[in-house]
Structures are given as structure tokens and as C-alpha cells.
T-cell receptor, first 114, second 111 residues
């Protein structure tokens, strides 16, 4: 049973470009969470999605950031017109459809903005 | 919203010693408290968790205690080994909402 898969592992973008981060949850999981981690900081919640629904986006910046979890395929975190301050590690976690608490994390995508 | 404080930020111990990491939380509605271990370049890995109806939980060399009245919980690692060296994060979760994390503790276990 594969774990949470994130790709790419590393992503380099120049200022103004778009970044697309992908997350495939564990098999059978239908809840996806995105977190951002700055150097020497804890993980900060960004958005919580279920299939085709955004449940909680209270941690998402109001501009340039969006997320989706379509009926088919991985969840996508999209950052438009990236700036240097977007450089961070972005982690995805998933949990099973019956809800509950446990979240399993992927290995993350490390975004560097030049 | 929930706020989680974690101490210490770094902890150095000798192999075989015990290590204790402490966290406090603010939201009395929080009822789930996981601990994650993060090694360099990897994602957080769940190592132990505790729910609000339990005061203590053990899993081999790892234990977690919870004091709901005081709103604090702690991670205890006994007989530490060099492979325990990592960053440890506590988290709190009200209901079935999202996790709020502490800022992490870097544990260094010297042989």
C-alpha cells in the first residue's frame, strides 16, 4: 500500500512563473490537507479538501494560491506568479474517508524561487 | 484558533538517556494530540498519538502523557539511540478539523 506521493520533490521557479505541486493520497483516502513549512518552522495549515470540494481554506493566502482535488487524479496546489517568499517545503497529508484524526504525510515538495 | 507552544527548541542528550519534549495548547476543544518525527529531507512521520479520553499511552521506548486540565502534553523517549536524532513536532486538533503544529524540537543524541 503506497504512501502519500508528492511530486516533484524539488521545483525551481523564477519570480513570476507558476508552480504546480501534485499530491496523490494513500489508496482509499479521500481527504487531503496541504501544509507549508518554512525553514526552522513548524508546519502551517493551508487547505483541506475532499474529492471535488474545498472544506477549509482558512490558511490559504488570498491571492495567487489555489488548490483542487478532482474526482479523478491527484490534488494540485497551484501558486501563480511566484515570489521569493513562496520558497518553502510544501507537504500534503491524507486521511481515510470515514474521517477521524490520523493524517499521513508525503515527503514534500521543496520549492525554490530564484 | 488553536495555538501550540513547544519546548525546548533543541535538546541534546547522551545515548541511553531519556528525552522529554513538552507542549501546551490553547483550545479546550482539542481532543487529539499526535507527535511526528521528521528526519532531514523527509516528511513528518507519525510516531505516537493520544486522544483526550486517555491520560497516557506507551509504545516501546516512547510514551505520551496528557493533562487536559492544564492543557499540556509531553513526549517521553527512554533509552535514546542515535537514530532518534530528528526534529519532533507536537500537534493539536479540535474535533475533526485541521492540525495545529508546534514549532518543533531538534533532538540530538550523541553516541
Amino acid at each position: 500500500n503506497a504512501g502519500v506521493m508528492q511530486n516533484p520533490r524539488h521545483l525551481v521557479r523564477r519570480r513570476g512563473q507558476e508552480a504546480r505541486l501534485r499530491c496523490s493520497p494513500m489508496k482509499g483516502h479521500s481527504h487531503v490537507y496541504w501544509y507549508r513549512q518554512l525553514p526552522e518552522e513548524g508546519l502551517k495549515f493551508m487547505v483541506y479538501l475532499q474529492k471535488e470540494n474545498i472544506i477549509d481554506e482558512s490558511g490559504m493566502p488570498k491571492e495567487r494560491f489555489s488548490a483542487e482535488f478532482p474526482k479523478e487524479g491527484p490534488s494540485i496546489l497551484r501558486i501563480q506568479q511566484v515570489v521569493r517568499g513562496d520558497s518553502a517545503a510544501y507537504f500534503c497529508a491524507s486521511s481515510p474517508p470515514e474521517g477521524g484524526h490520523i493524517q499521513y504525510f508525503g515527503a514534500g515538495t521543496r520549492l525554490s524561487v530564484l | 484558533g488553536e495555538n501550540v507552544e513547544q519546548h525546548p527548541s533543541t535538546l541534546s542528550v547522551q545515548e541511553g538517556d531519556s528525552a522529554v519534549i513538552k507542549c501546551t495548547y490553547s483550545d479546550s476543544a482539542s481532543n487529539y494530540f499526535p507527535w511526528y518525527k521528521q528526519e532531514l529531507g523527509k516528511g513528518p512521520q507519525l510516531i505516537i498519538d493520544i486522544r483526550s479520553n486517555v491520560g497516557e499511552k506507551k509504545d516501546q521506548r516512547i510514551a505520551v502523557t496528557l493533562n487536559k486540565t492544564a492543557k499540556h502534553f509531553s513526549l517521553h523517549i527512554t533509552e535514546t539511540q542515535p537514530e532518534d536524532s530528528a526534529v519532533y513536532f507536537c500537534a493539536a486538533q479540535p474535533g475533526y478539523s485541521t492540525l495545529t503544529f508546534g514549532k518543533g524540537t531538534m533532538l540530538l543524541v550523541s553516541p
